[in-house]
């Protein structure tokens, strides 16, 4: 069960540089098995070009390593607490792309504009707080998964109906029920990011996209009478 699980986050790895979302190492995913409370995260700074399905890291949800001879991911702690927090989380995506950088760096939530955004965020994805000089000192990758739980708690969001979130000054984090699915976010996120930006060059004041549209479209897809694609 475990090596399969290796292949699978080292082949969801390899999808961020595939997919233009990070530059050298900038990234991470990862993939959890809730039944055994463990999940497999990429090695800390390996090159995509040389790593290996061996290479990936297994560690308990408390952030142990449970085997593995290369440090994990400097952000494992993160994605150990969204594992802990949220049993429906399968799995894990970090990256600095570019344009969701640009918006967490402005400390802006993302708004649905349109129904590109709404296909698979249902409504605004937030951008959460700066972690305080305390909450760096105590744990900084621990409490940023904290502050991830918090600011969903507090805005009531549901994780996996508005699977992502952006950390003020830092980047993205995204989710989803497994590692290819949270990939597939942090690619939407990007894209997302950006068209944002272009539609607010165009008109600063640019309107939220009417609820009853963003109800019509997250609902043709995730909802109980989903009808998109093929069953």
């Given at each position: ?11 969801e ?7 233009g ?5 900038w990234g ?5 098995d809730?039944e055994?409370?463990l ?8 090159d ?11 560690c308990?949800?408390?952030g ?10 400097s ?14 989380i399968?799995?894990v995506v970090?990256t600095h792309?570019p344009?969701a950088?640009?918006?967490?760096q ?7 504009f ?13 951008c959460?707080?700066?972690l305080t000089s305390?909450e ?7 409490n ?9 708690t ?8 508005v ?6 000054g830092?980047g993205p984090?995204?989710?989803?029920k ?6 597939m ?6 894209e997302?990011?950006?068209?944002n930006?272009?539609?607010?060059q ?13 109800e ?16």
């Amino acid at each position: 069960m475990l090596e399969e699980l290796k292949r699978i986050v080292y082949e969801e790895n390899l999808e961020l540089p595939k997919r233009g979302l990070i530059k050298y190492t900038w990234g991470n995913v990862s993939q959890a098995d809730h039944e055994q409370k463990l999940f497999v995260i990429k090695p800390s700074g390996v090159d995509y070009d040389v790593m290996t399905p061996e290479d990936m890291v297994v560690c308990d949800f408390d952030g142990n390593i449970v085997e593995g001879t290369n440090r994990p991911s400097s952000d494992m702690l993160t994605h150990a607490a969204l594992y802990r927090h949220y049993p429906d989380i399968g799995g894990v995506v970090h990256t600095h792309s570019p344009w969701a950088v640009v918006w967490s760096q402005a400390g802006k939530d993302v708004l649905c504009f349109g129904t590109t955004h709404a296909d698979t965020f249902y409504g605004t994805v937030p951008c959460a707080r700066y972690l305080t000089s305390e909450e760096v000192e105590a744990g900084y990758e621990a409490n940023t998964g904290e502050v991830i739980v918090e600011t969903l708690t507090e805005r009531k969001i549901q994780p996996l109906a508005v699977p992502g979130i952006l950390l003020k000054g830092h980047g993205p984090f995204t989710w989803g029920k497994d590692a290819k699915d949270a990939v597939m976010h942090a690619v939407v996120l990007e894209e997302v990011c950006k068209m944002n930006f272009y539609s607010m060059q165009l008109n600063p004041e640019t309107p939220e996209l009417p609820d009853y549209i963003l109800e019509k479209h997250y609902q043709r897809k995730h909802g109980k009478d989903a009808y998109y694609g093929q069953n």
